[in-house]
Each structure stands twice: as C-alpha cells, then as structure tokens.
C-alpha cells in the first residue's frame, strides 16, 4: 500500500472539487433533491446501467412510488412493466421486498447505519455506503468500479482490475477518504463521476483531468491501459438474458394500464404468440421457465403467459 495515499487526496482535492462543481451531471437525485429513499432507488437501478438510461425510468418511478410504502402496495405487474428495458428486471422485485420491509419493519422511514442498511433485501455493501454518503451525509467509503480505478490509478499508478473489490482496494479507498464527512462526500461524488466521464477504463481524457498533475498512472506512461477486466464481456445477442428481455417486453405490450393495476389481470400471450418470440425452441422454454422460477412472469395451465398480480 501507497503511504501517501491520504497526504495526496488531500493535495488533489481543491481542483477535484473545483472540476466537481463546474461539471456534475445535473442528475435529479443529485443535490438534496430529492428523499433517502429517492437515491436508494437510483443506486439499485444505476447498477450495471447507464446514467443516461436510468435518468427516465427514475423519474416516472418516482412520480408514481415516491416511498417505500407505496412501492410496496403495488402489484408485481406493475413493477415489473414500469422497470421496462432497464435490464436485469429481478433487481425491481428485489426493490419492492425493500419496499416492504422499509414500510413493514422501519416505520417507512430508511435505517440510518451501515447494518440496518444491509440488512435489507437485495441492500450490499456498495448501495448501503452511497446511501449513507449521498443521502444522510456520513463519512463512509463508497468502492465502485469507477472509484477504484481512480483511485488505483491516481495514487498506485496501476490498473484496478475487474472482479469484486480487494482489501487493498478498500483500505486505499479508506485512507483516501477526507476526515471532515462533508468533504468526504464531495469527495465520493467527485472520484465516482471522474471515473464515469474523464478517467475512463478504455480511453481516459488525461489532457483535461484536473489532477493529471499529481497522477502515478499517468506519470508512469499509463501502463497496462485497459486491462480491468478478468473475463471477456458476454456478448448479447443470442443470449438467454435477450431472450427473457423479449418475453418480458412483450408482457409489458399487453392490453392494461399499469398505473391503475391492471397489468396482468386477465392479460396474458396465447401460447402460439409465445413460441413466435423465439425460433430456438429449447432456449425459448428454458428462459421462461427461468422466469418463471425468478417470479417476473406466471405460466397459465394453457401454456400462456401473464405477469404476476
């Protein structure tokens, strides 16, 4: 470990937090607009997504579930089409368990400390640390992908590699944390979003980073640049992910409005339709049968599909 890593957080700071305040993407649950519960919401949807994508579904979500409590009242119906194309669709059932336990068990209101946090389903280590940091203003570390390799490559001169963060990760995002917990913070936003639009995985925009100056990796000719990843990325297409993403997407097509609750009631897709999303049959019925098991879609006696009530 670097043992300079706290001395130099605290010599990049001034011109991190000055690029910070020019160039924030100006994110709705960004800049205490918006409740705890607001950002837990976009923290489990921003998660392998992009900002971009993130920033509608976010918003319309909010505007009909602005609580826990009401979240958790919804049909799972509804849920799942409001979720619409922003991937990996168990995240939003898993949300809605949050909801109720929140409601249920918390008075409505989201716990306060990294346990309570964790505690809840589908809450890790990652989601519970930005609520505490973004929402309640705690000096916490927030470690993600875009975090650790800023770090690493600002204070180690090294790649940060893919996987799930390492000790040395967390205990050189620890050290790098400022004491006083508004800066720190300012300081998790500002690493987050340096990572996200200048100190990229593939091409960083070393010529306008406001801490090139103090930069080990850059000093060091940027070696090993873009080695971050310990598997290959899976393609999509043809993958099951694709296909349950078409069942899915067809359900949410189907006659009902969603916001009154009626998505799923006596909507379904005849068994003919269904076997028209896909022409490999075998993978077709896997990936039902997966979603099936995964609670995002309900198999009729006839060999229809519905989302659930």
Known sequence: MNDTAAPLSASVSTPLFAWWHANARDL?????????????VSE?????????RVVPYWEGWMAVWPDAASLA?????EVITAWGRLGYPRRALRLQECARAVADECGDELPR?????????????????????????ERIAVVDTNIRRVLSRLFLGV???????SPAERELANRALPEDAARSVTWNQA??????????AKAPACDVCPVAHRCAFLAAGRPGLGERRTRPRQRFQGTDRQVRGIVLDALRKLPGDVRGGNAG?????????????????????A??????????????????????A
């Open 28 to 40: 709705p649950w960004r800049f205490g607009r918006t409740t705890p519960w607001g950002v837990l």
């Open 44 to 52: 489990v949807m921003s998660q392998q997504t992009q900002m971009s």
């Open 73 to 77: 009242h919804a049909s799972k119906a």
């Open 113 to 137: 400390d990294y346990d309570g946090l964790t505690a809840l389903p589908g809450i890790g280590d990652y989601t519970a640390s930005a609520v505490l940091s973004f929402a309640f203003g």
């Open 159 to 165: 790649e940060s590699r893919g996987g799930a963060a």
């Open 191 to 200: 690493v987050m979003e340096l990572g996200a639009l200048v100190c990229t």
């Open 265 to 285: 009631a006596g909507a379904s897709l005849p068994r003919v339709q269904v076997e028209r999303l896909w022409k490999d049959r075998a993978q077709l019925d």
């Open 287 to 308: 990936c039902i049968a997966s979603l099936d098991e995964d609670g995002l879609i309900e198999i009729q006696p006839d060999g229809s599909l519905r989302l659930p």
